[in-house]
């Protein structure tokens, strides 16, 4: 994956929430591994309720020298757990400080306060055969709006 060309990764770590969106088995949980992928690389550790390879396992996760998490943290179908601003409120609070960054890929949408940031897959090629899928992305805050 071209993750690297995404103008996307900046909002990612400036918001540290982001809910993809999409339809079923159209990828959302393949791109946000490969988002967190990009993470992994400059030191984070990766939380997931999927398994995975990259995966930290829970049990062992300490806080790093400057009393940080520093992880990538996926929550697979997302939607179904967060159905209430209350919540996201109490995790997105932490994101920064803990220097977190949330994906919740799900095709039900999350609770309001987390659909400010979304990313979704607008079109595939893979079935021509060429690992393509073309994504878009939006920031809505208030009036404010990124695409």
């Known amino acids: 994956m071209f993750i ?15 809910w993809i969106c999409g339809k079923f088995g159209g990828h959302k949980t393949s791109f946000s591994f490969a988002i967190a992928e990009e993470y992994l690389k400059q030191g984070y550790r990766l939380i997931t309720n999927c398994k995975s390879v990259w995966a930290d396992d829970i049990k062992d996760i300490e806080l790093n020298e400057n009393n940080q998490l520093k992880a990538v943290i996926i929550l697979d179908e997302g939607g179904h757990y967060f159905q209430s601003s209350r919540q996201i409120e109490q995790i997105a609070s932490y994101a920064n400080k803990m220097d977190c960054i949330y994906l919740f890929p799900s095709f039900f949408p999350p609770a309001r306060s987390a659909q400010i940031f979304q990313i979704q897959p607008i079109f595939s090629f893979k079935m021509t055969g060429i690992p393509l899928i073309i994504y878009r992305w939006r920031v809505k805050l208030g009036g404010f709006e990124d695409k």
Do not use: I, K, P, Q
Request: charged residues 5%; hydrophobic residues 45%.
């Open 4 to 18: 690297n060309a995404f103008s996307c990764l900046g909002s990612v770590s400036l918001y540290r929430l982001v």
